[in-house]
């Protein structure tokens, strides 16, 4: 039987570290395709940042009789994509990319959507869309990264997880008030 070790052995580790320490957390070991990691983490900031706006947006235009509670839900959404956008950001500085904050392009990198939506019932919607575009997209990602970049995908996992529970709110949300 092959008695082939499964880890690298230490003495190669050690060697391997000292190499390119200018790279800090991107270390030989790395085998993700680091350049695409960082195209598609800057695809999910825009997104996170696209919902952030569309959050606030709806935040301070949410009127009528169950407009407080919906407004409370919009500014939490708000806040935890906020929290979303700046820990990817922090992920692609980690990665030696760099984040892209460029407004300009910024609804073509993302892929949810910016829909105003007229009435709270509209933008309840038009959230829980943009909700379900994120959770495909983020679910494709985490596939893509796999044990390439283990740290990537359990960001982006639990970033998921999070969006799913703000599917589950919207979803609640549109029972209570249609
Ligand atoms: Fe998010
Ligand atoms: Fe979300």
Redesign the pocket.
């Given at each position: 039987m092959a008695d082939k070790p499964f880890l690298t052995d230490i003495k190669t580790l050690r060697e391997r570290a000292r190499k390119h320490i200018e790279n800090g957390a991107v270390t030989e070991g790395y085998t993700a395709d680091r350049e695409t990691v960082v195209k598609l983490l800057n695809e999910a900031l825009a997104t996170?940042i696209v919902?952030v706006l569309r959050y606030r947006r709806h935040y301070f235009m949410a009127s009528g009789i169950n407009a407080e509670s919906v407004a409370d839900e919009f500014l939490q959404h708000a806040n935890?994509?906020q929290g979303?956008a700046d820990q990817i950001a922090h992920r692609i500085v980690q990665l030696k990319g760099e984040p892209d904050f460029n407004p300009q392009g910024l609804l073509s990198r993302s892929h949810a959507e910016y829909v105003e939506g007229a009435t709270l019932i509209d933008m309840i919607q038009e959230d829980l869309v943009a909700e379900r575009i994120?959770i495909d997209s983020y679910r494709e990602m985490i596939t893509y990264f796999g044990n390439d970049d283990p740290t990537s995908r359990r960001m982006m996992e639990d970033?998921l997880a999070?969006?799913e529970e703000h599917a589950d709110d919207l979803v609640n949300l549109l029972k209570k008030i249609g």
């Open positions: 996170e919902c935890e994509e979303h994120a970033i999070v969006e």
